[in-house]
């Protein structure tokens, strides 16, 4: 049973628009969440992050909101750039635990 | 830069084998990871490392093996390769609980 779900397999932005990538949970015990962002034969890398006390984190063009009563979160990207097309991946940590819980992905393509 | 290396890019193996991964991280991180990706399940955890010669079981520990004897190595065995293993194999390192992760380009292994 999935505890962290991307919904959306792939979506397709306009370069210069905004891409929202969504992220659902289950566990509401999960605290700390991250994105990261994957080019095909290249490992994952880390892209931002969040902590369960905030709802919003902001570096340069990306942004992620964390909604805790709806157990959701989004990635957006503005403006987004062909550069920023990849698989990106939700993961979430629970308190002290070592290990992250990751999503299925979602393969971004922005169109130029 | 931490850097985190696995030994090979791409490998080819026959059904029966017994496989080795082999994934070093030059950062002197305690916690070393093994995930698996495939489309449409994301990356799912296999083992983790939290010191030498200390293991925990992921979410699909069936079928594989590890070990650590030194700090910086950790290696992912299949004991007798079959063809559902054929996946991206990616190993991740960080140096505390807090942290996210460092990953390494992966590998990717087809079993015949």
């Known amino acids: 049973d999935q505890q962290v779900k991307q919904n959306s397999p792939s979506l397709s932005v306009q370069e210069g628009r905004i891409s929202i990538l969504n992220c659902d949970y289950t566990?509401?015990?999960?605290?700390?969440f991250l994105w990261y962002k994957k080019y095909p034969a290249e490992g994952p890398t880390f892209l931002i992050s969040i902590s369960s006390i905030k709802d919003k984190n902001e570096d340069g063009r990306f942004t992620v909101f964390l909604n805790k009563s709806a157990k959701h979160l989004s990635l957006h990207i503005v403006p987004s750039q062909p550069g920023d097309s990849a698989v990106y991946f939700c993961a979430a940590k629970l308190g002290s635990a070592r290990q992250l819980t990751f999503g299925s992905g979602t393969q971004l393509t922005v169109l130029p | 830069d931490v850097k985190v290396t696995q030994s090979s890019r791409y490998l080819v193996k026959r059904t029966g084998e017994k496989v080795f991964l082999e994934c070093v991280q030059d950062?002197?991180?305690?916690?070393m990871f093994w995930y698996r990706q495939d489309p449409g399940l994301g990356l799912r955890l296999i083992y983790f490392s939290y010191d030498v010669k200390m293991k925990e079981k992921g979410d699909i520990p069936e079928g594989y093996s590890v070990s650590r004897e030194k700090k910086e190595r950790f290696s992912l065995i299949l004991e007798s390769a079959s063809t559902n293993q054929t996946s991206m194999y990616l190993c991740?390192?960080?140096?505390?609980?807090?942290?996210?992760?460092?990953f390494g380009s992966g590998t990717r292994l087809t079993v015949v």
């Open positions: 950062m002197d991180h305690e916690n």
């Open positions: 991740a390192s960080s140096f505390s609980s807090g942290d996210g992760y460092t």
């Open positions: 566990n509401s015990m999960f605290d700390y």
